[in-house]
């Protein structure tokens, strides 16, 4: 069957039920429908926070062949659950933009699921509706601002970086001209689309911990300058308070349920090779504070979403994992070791062996951080007993915790092994995090410390306009900012092409984008576009709803 139809066969629980095994009463939150719901703030304690046990899954270099970190990490929180710990589940929304495109939904597979999957998949609480409109209420503030003659602040048009956001894959929108149509429609200049995920709107949410923290990031956001030099920032055009309006219900995590009726939160979603990859500090928040363990996940590979996470995410908000998971396939390490896209699903040891590499690197990369990693391997039916050992072999040599995963296929019942692998980690108490950069130091050198330590290139280069952009950032006094890299995810490198684990290479950081609300900085490395594209058959072919309101095709 296929994950929808998967899905259709479970019997959901009212969502009062999961708001209960949480310790949530019916008039503690926000219902929207029966089974989906807001949950307030004020449901956030500090002091549970420090007491949880946060779990961070994570992966290798994602493969066309998928990985299935958000099964797992669902499909985890199902075992901890099963061997009596106390865990809720917080994940990111998906985008439309993956749904319609290439990817298809990011609820999960198999029997290790987030529900109502249609519902989240679409939609779902409108979210990302609200981002994307506070997002272009500024765009369409500072245009307005530029076309006034009595509220003007005197913005040149030509140094505005802010764009516009839509959440969907549309490459046509990547550069655009507005304005046009003569004096009464705004004065031309060129700008462009962002995919919302990739919104600073989408960053400040995921980032902030509460209304008054929101209000301050918004009017932090730098739009550009006046033709006297000067720096312009939302606030100066005081529009933040209404941006935050339009945010009033998407600060609020959302509650729904797992498949097997344990609690799941899902809350923003920043894709993590354009943006920072991982769900808001106020959902992740509010699941330390109502469970015992606490199972995360950070998009893309290790070098990505778990880096962000790691050195921005944690640092911001004052918490760190105590175990990270590696979610790995034997068809990815086959892809890495250089086996053919439509041959991974025969035995190739051979491969195999050659695409361990990529694994060993993203291992070294948790260790780094002061971390036990824990290979999960997520199995799948065309995995054979010889390469199932080959892994066996290479987590006893490299002294690294292993379990095999079958969540897609069992559920809760096929993650108890690796449930019980992140109890020892975590009760163990040896995690020791240490960031991979202080945030005082340069620009450079924290782009240089991620690309060598963790991305294994040689140097950095920076072209001539990142430097520009460099001594702006140093002007505007934006200097101690975290660096968030937007990266090509198939590659620890800036190349695409070069799979498994690179070495000899320099990454190239073409310019740097300024997130100031934020709080980060953006360096962008090779032809990574913040607004993708659509595939020759986008998945919107196969998606269609009948009379009586069926959802077909979404997996």
Known sequence: MTDQEIAKEVELKHITAIAEKIGL???????????????????INLDKVKENNLILVTAISP?????????????LSEGLNRIGKKTTVVLREPSLGPVFGIKGGATGGGYSQVLPME???????????????????????????????????????RTVVWKRVIDMNDRALRNVIVGLGGTTSGVPRQTGFDITAASEIMAILCLSDDMVDLKKRLGNIFIGYTFKKEPIYCRDLKVEGAMAALLKDAIKPNLVQTMEGNPAIIHGGPFANIAQGTNTVIATRMGMSLSDYTVTEAGFGADLGAEKFLDIKCQSAGIAPKAVVI???????????????????????????????????????????????????????????????????????????????????????????????????VESDNANFTPMYDWNMSVEDKVKAIATKIYGADDVEFSALAKRNLRTIANLGLEKLPVCIAKTQKSLSDNDKLLGRPTGFTITIREIEIAAGAGFLVPISGNIMRMPGLPAHPA????????DGNITGLF
Do not use: C
């Not at 008039?27 to 449901?43: F, R, T, V």
């Not at 790995?328 to 890495?336: M, P, S």
């Not at 590499?357 to 010889?386: C, M, T, W, Y």
């Not at 072919?541 to 009948?546: F, R």
């Open 540 to 547: 919107s072919e196969k998606i269609t709803i009948d009379n």
């Open 25 to 43: 009463h019916a008039d503690d939150i926000e219902m929207y429908g029966k089974y989906k719901a807001k949950l307030p703030l004020a449901k």
């Open 327 to 425: 979610t790995t396939t034997i068809r990815a390490l086959k892809y890495h070791g250089g086996a053919d896209l439509k041959q991974l699903t025969e035995e190739n040891v051979e491969a195999l062996k050659n695409g361990l590499p990529n694994l060993e690197k993203h291992l070294e990369n948790v260790q780094q951080f002061g971390i036990e990693p824990i290979i999960a391997v997520n199995r799948f039916v065309s995995d054979s007993d010889a390469e199932i050992e080959i892994i066996k072999a290479f987590a006893k040599e490299k002294n690294v915790r292993y379990a095999l995963a079958e969540g897609w296929a069992k559920g809760g019942e096929g993650t108890i092994e690796l449930a019980k692998q992140v109890v020892a980690v």
């Open 119 to 157: 519902d989240i998949n679409l939609h779902f609480t409108g979210d990302f509706s609200a981002i994307e409109k506070a997002h272009n209420l500024l765009s369409a503030v500072i245009d307005n601002n530029i076309q006034s003659k009595t509220n003007s602040l005197g913005i040149d048009a």
């Open 63 to 75: 493969t066309p062949a998928g990985e299935g970190k958000t099964t797992m990490s669902i499909g």
